[in-house]
Nanobody, 116 residues
Framework: QVQLVESGGGLVQAGGSLRLSCTAS????????WGWYRQAPGEHRELVAT???????NYADSVKGRFTISGDADRDTVDLQMSSLKPEDTAVYYC??????????WGQGTQVTVSS
C-alpha cells in the first residue's frame, strides 16, 4: 500500500522558517493535485496550500506571502517552505495527493510548533 512520508517538522521560534517535505513510498499514477493541510488542537483540518500538475497554486489567506508550495510529479514529492512563522501556525501538517478519480492519499502528519 502506498504511503506518504512527511519530514521537516519541529520546533521553531516565531519569525523563523521550516521546510516540510512529503514523498510517496512508490510512484502513484494520475495524481493531479498535491497539497498540504494542517490541524491544530481542537480544530478542523484546514487547507494550507495546493499545487496542480500544471503548476497552479492555491493558498489559504492566512499563509499567503509566507508559505510556498512546490512539487515534482516525477519524483512524487511535494514541499512546503514556511517563513515568518507565527504561533498560530502551530499544528500537525499533513500532505495529500489527489488522484484524478477522486481518491486522496494522506501522510501520517508532522508536528510544527512555533514558540512566541
Amino acid at each position: 500500500q502506498v504511503q506518504l512520508v512527511e519530514s521537516g517538522g519541529g520546533l521553531v521560534q516565531a519569525g523563523g522558517s521550516l521546510r516540510l517535505s512529503c514523498t510517496a513510498s512508490e510512484h502513484i499514477f494520475n495524481i493531479n493535485v498535491w497539497g498540504w493541510y494542517r490541524q491544530a488542537p481542537g480544530e478542523h483540518r484546514e487547507l494550507v496550500a495546493t499545487i496542480t500538475r500544471s503548476g497552479t497554486t492555491n493558498y489559504a489567506d492566512s499563509v499567503k506571502g509566507r508559505f510556498t508550495i512546490s512539487g515534482d510529479a516525477d519524483r512524487d514529492t511535494v514541499d512546503l517552505q514556511m517563513s515568518s512563522l507565527k504561533p498560530e501556525d502551530t499544528a500537525v501538517y499533513y500532505c495529500a495527493f489527489d488522484h484524478i478519480l477522486g481518491e486522496r492519499y494522506w501522510g501520517q502528519g508532522t508536528q510544527v510548533t512555533v514558540s512566541s
